[in-house]
């Protein structure tokens, strides 16, 4: 059984604008990554994450 402290939590950090590319600038989620988290398993967020993480790694170039 899943208890709410297990699940992965949403890197919001309460900048929610979405860019050209359809992108937050604050999480680096895209609009659907956002709509779908609180349906998504863990697993789907840690990939949204590991997504996240390469948009990062881009707009920090």
Do not use: F, H, Y
């Not at 600038?25 to 609009?31: A, E, K, P, V």
């Amino acid at each position: 059984m899943s208890r709410v402290s297990d699940k992965v939590r949403s890197p919001c950090v309460s900048v929610c604008a979405l860019d050209e590319n359809d992108t937050c600038i604050g999480c680096q989620r895209t609009g659907d990554e956002i709509l779908r988290w609180t349906s998504m398993t863990n697993e789907q967020r840690r990939e949204v994450l590991r997504k996240v993480a390469e948009r990062e790694k881009k707009v920090s170039l």
